[in-house]
Every structure is written in structure tokens, then in C-alpha cells.
């Protein structure tokens, strides 16, 4: 009974979505909606696969700068927030900084990117790494944060050193923390990719769209916002099977959501 309540949820998901589309359609083709205010979806499609071949070594291109900034952002925040989780002075001195280097507006540090590298695929690598770091250091350090004064107490007395309890504790306890922080950085990877490469590229996806947009070509501007989403949730969906195997103690149980 539950897998059937799961598979009849996701196939309702599964309508609902498509027909927001179909609705898109019909409303498009109702008010007569101009191409160049709102292209229909069957458009939209229709240039994605006409142009595809054209497209697909920019979309390479910002697959690779996306991971290449998401992995070094995964690996920058881990390190800054395991050393924030376990270190309150850390905490008191990194965390005023980090928050307000968050706040900076990124597209004010693509231009320092570029007078610092130059233009291409360097600036749009650090623009998807200093986006997404953010969101791993402040998950993995409150995962780290949640581990109980007392459990630490009685394992300091059984002789576990900081790095124990680190290890055998505090790890699986950051896990969880860790897959949702993942899920949320990749699809701000994205956006400091497509940032930069609007500003100071001339490969990739969002380079693309700004040349479609002063060509007035709004369907491949749509084709590309597509695109960056199919990536996106194809990410998201292989973060959260990873998840599945590695926390599964930790997610929600279908029986227990809402239909």
C-alpha cells in the first residue's frame, strides 16, 4: 500500500507539471502572446532540439565550470565549517566575516575576477565557487554543532580524543546536513557559472542567451533557461539517490507524508 500511495504521488507530480506546460501552451495561443514576450513551450523545444548540436558544446562548457567551482567550493566548505564546528573561537572570528562576505551581490566580484584573470573560464570557475561554499559551511557546522555536550563528556571519559569524537560522532551527525547543503549549493553553482559567463565569456550557456538576447532570439533565450534547469534538477535528483544510500536512516519515511 505505501509503494503504491509513492508511485501514484509521483505520478501526480508528474501531471501537474505537465500541465503547467500545457497550460503555458493554451494561454500563449489564447491571448496571443507575442514570441517575443513569452514563447510557447512547444517554441521553446522546438529550437533546443533544432539548435542542439550547436548548443551542446556550451552546454559542456558550463556543466565542467559548474563542477569544477562546486567541487572546490564542497571541499572549502567542508574544511571551514568542520574547523567552525569544533572551534568556538573559530566561530566568533570567521562567521561575522563569512556572513558578510555572503551579502556581497556576486556580480560585484566578476569584475574583480576579471581584472585579476582575465576573461573566460577562470572567472566563472571562483564565481561558482564563492556562491556555493556558503551554504556547506553552515550546514556542516551546525551538524557538527548538534553533537551533545554530554556524549562528548562521556566519551572524553572513556578517552576518545577531539578527533574521535570527530570522526566516529560528529561525521555521521554532519551527514545529513551535508546532502542538504549539497542539493542547495549545486543549483547556486549554476548561477554564478551562467553570472560570469554572461559578463566575461564567450563559451557557455549564459553567453549564449546574452547573444540570443540582442539578437531579440527570446525562444533560445527560453531553450537555455531550459537547459540550466534540466541540469540543475538532474544534479539535485543524483544528490538525493546518493543521499538515499548513504543517510537513508536519516530521511523522511513516505508512510508518514502527505499524500
Not at 493554451?26 to 510557447?40: E, G, Y
Not at 556580480?107 to 570557475?125: K, Q
Amino acid at each position: 500500500m505505501t509503494d503504491f500511495a509513492a508511485v501514484r504521488r509521483k505520478l501526480w507530480a508528474v501531471a501537474l507539471i505537465v500541465g503547467f506546460f500545457l497550460l503555458w501552451e493554451a494561454l500563449c495561443l489564447a491571448l496571443d502572446v507575442s514570441d517575443l514576450v513569452l514563447p510557447r513551450p512547444s517554441q521553446v523545444f522546438a529550437t533546443l532540439f533544432a539548435r542542439l548540436p550547436i548548443l551542446w558544446p556550451h552546454i559542456l562548457q558550463t556543466l565542467m565550470t559548474t563542477m569544477i567551482g562546486f567541487v572546490g567550493g564542497v571541499v572549502i566548505g567542508v574544511a571551514i565549517g568542520a574547523l567552525i564546528g569544533v572551534s568556538k573561537v573559530a566561530y566568533d572570528t570567521a562567521y561575522p566575516l563569512l556572513i558578510g562576505f555572503s551579502s556581497i551581490p556576486k556580480v560585484a566580484v566578476v569584475p574583480i575576477f576579471v581584472l585579476w584573470f582575465g576573461s573566460g573560464t577562470v572567472p566563472a570557475v571562483l564565481t561558482s565557487l564563492v556562491i556555493c561554499f556558503f551554504p556547506i559551511v553552515v550546514n556542516v557546522a551546525t551538524g557538527l554543532a548538534t553533537t551533545e555536550p554530554e556524549l562528548e563528556d562521556v566519551l572524553k571519559a572513556l578517552g576518545a580524543s577531539k578527533a574521535d569524537i570527530l570522526w566516529n560522532v560528529g561525521l555521521p551527525r554532519v551527514t545529513p546536513f551535508f546532502f542538504a547543503a549539497l542539493k542547495v549549493s549545486i543549483t547556486y553553482a549554476f548561477v554564478g557559472t551562467v553570472l560570469a559567463e554572461t559578463v566575461a565569456s564567450n563559451r557557455g550557456v549564459g553567453n549564449v542567451m546574452m547573444s540570443a538576447s540582442s539578437n531579440f532570439d527570446v525562444p533560445l533565450v527560453f531553450a537555455g533557461l531550459f537547459v540550466l534547469a534540466g541540469l540543475g534538477v538532474a544534479l539535485y535528483v543524483a544528490f538525493s539517490l546518493i543521499e538515499r544510500r548513504v543517510t537513508g536512516w536519516a530521511s523522511r519515511r513516505d508512510d508518514f507524508a502527505a499524500a
